[in-house]
């Protein structure tokens, strides 16, 4: 799976991806691309990681 099919999939941009990537929220994209049996795993984290994020801002902006 490429990272923009992974992108589509999470609901994000692959510049977020890469960001998740770079400060250790998801393994390496690449890596996920040589093991199609841990993408589903990493869209579940990625899907949480958002879902967490979201929870953050909507209560900073209260």
């Known amino acids: 799976m490429l990272i923009g099919e992974l992108a589509d999939r999470v609901g994000t941009?692959?510049?977020?991806?890469?960001?998740?990537?770079?400060?250790?929220l998801v393994r390496s994209v690449a890596a996920l691309q040589r093991k199609l049996d841990e993408v589903e795993a990493a869209?579940?984290?990625?899907?949480a990681v958002r879902a967490q994020l979201r929870d953050?801002?909507?209560r900073a902006s209260e």
């Not at 977020?16 to 400060?23: F, G, Q, S």
């Open 13 to 24: 941009s692959t510049r977020t991806l890469r960001y998740y990537e770079e400060h250790g």
């Open 43 to 47: 869209i579940e984290r990625l899907t």
């Open 56 to 58: 953050q801002i909507g």
